[in-house]
C-alpha cells in the first residue's frame, strides 16, 4: 500500500486484529487492506503464528522435570530433533492418505463446491474451534459482515467457515443453534463454505461411539491443520474465531 491510498495499519491494530480484540466494522475495513497488501498479509500471518503457539503453551504447559538418569540422558536431549520429524512424516503421510478417508457423511463433496479462485478478490478462511455458542454467532456475523461489504462494493469475496474440534457442534444437524441462518446465508452467498474436519468426526466415533449427521450445507475435508496449511499456501487470509 502507497502513502497516496492512506496510512499502513499500525502494529498495535495489527495485534488487535489478530485477538479478535476489534469490532466487525474495523475488521471489514481491514479486511480489503491487508490482502491488498503482501508485507501486512505476511506479517498478519506471523502474528497468527506465534498467538497460536502462545495459547498452545498455555493450553499444554510442560510436565514437572524429573531426574534423568544416565541411559535417558541422551534420548532426552534428543527427542526436541527427533519430534518435529517424527511430527512432519505424519502430517505429510496423513495428507498424502486423506483419499482414503471416507467421509462419516456426504452432504456435498468438496468437489462439487471447488471452482477457480483467481478471479475472487478476498479469499477469507475462518476458524472455529470452540463450541462456545457466542463464538459460532460471532464467526457467521463477521463472514456475513465480510461478504454483504464486498457485494455492495461489487467485488466478489471467497469465505469458508473451518469447524473443528468442539466447533464441529456449529454443522452438526441436532446441535447447531443456527441451522436457518446458516441455510439462509449459504442461499444469499454461494461462495461461503462451510468445512467439517474429519479427524474430529472419527475421534467422535473412536471414543465415545458417536456417528455425528452434519447440516446438508456441510462439506467434509480430511483435516483441519492440512485445511489450513493449504488455503494459505494459495493466499487465503486466516482468521481464529
Known amino acids: 500500500m502507497t502513502e497516496s491510498e492512506g496510512p499502513r ?20 475495513r481491514a479486511y480489503p487492506l491487508i490482502n491488498g497488501d503482501p508485507e501486512l498479509n505476511r506479517k498478519v500471518c506471523e502474528l497468527r503464528k506465534v498467538s497460536d503457539l502462545v495459547r498452545l503453551a498455555y493450553d499444554n504447559p510442560p510436565a514437572p522435570k524429573r531426574r534423568e538418569t544416565p541411559r535417558r540422558h541422551l534420548a532426552s536431549r534428543l ?14 503421510l496423513g495428507w498424502s492418505l486423506r483419499a482414503l478417508w471416507a467421509p462419516a457423511v456426504p452432504p456435498r463433496p468438496v468437489a462439487a463446491i471447488a471452482r477457480a479462485t483467481t478471479h475472487f478478490t478476498t479469499k477469507v478462511l475462518f476458524h472455529l474451534d470452540n ?38 457442534a456449529l454443522l452438526r444437524r441436532h446441535l447447531s443453534p443456527f441451522p436457518a441462518r446458516i441455510a439462509a446465508l449459504q442461499a444469499r452467498y454461494p461462495n461461503l463454505i462451510f468445512a467439517a474436519c474429519q479427524d474430529t468426526i472419527n475421534r467422535l466415533k473412536r471414543r465415545k461411539g458417536i456417528d455425528p449427521h452434519l447440516l446438508p450445507q456441510a462439506v467434509i475435508v480430511p483435516s483441519a491443520i492440512a485445511e489450513i496449511v493449504r488455503l494459505q499456501h494459495r493466499g487465503w487470509t486466516y482468521i481464529s474465531v
Not at 495499519?9 to 471489514?28: M, P, R, T, Y
Not at 526436541?80 to 505429510?92: D, K, N, S, Y
Open 9 to 28: 495499519l499500525s502494529d498495535e491494530f495489527l495485534n488487535a486484529f489478530v485477538d479478535n480484540q476489534i469490532d466487525s466494522d474495523e475488521k471489514g
Open 79 to 92: 527427542a526436541p530433533l527427533i519430534a518435529p520429524i517424527v511430527l512432519l512424516i505424519g502430517v505429510t
Open 131 to 168: 463450541g462456545d455458542r457466542a463464538h459460532m454467532r460471532q464467526v457467521l456475523e463477521e463472514a456475513q459482515h465480510l461478504l454483504a461489504r464486498y457485494r455492495a462494493d461489487h467485488q466478489q469475496a471467497k469465505v469458508e467457515i473451518l469447524a473443528d474440534g468442539p466447533g464441529l
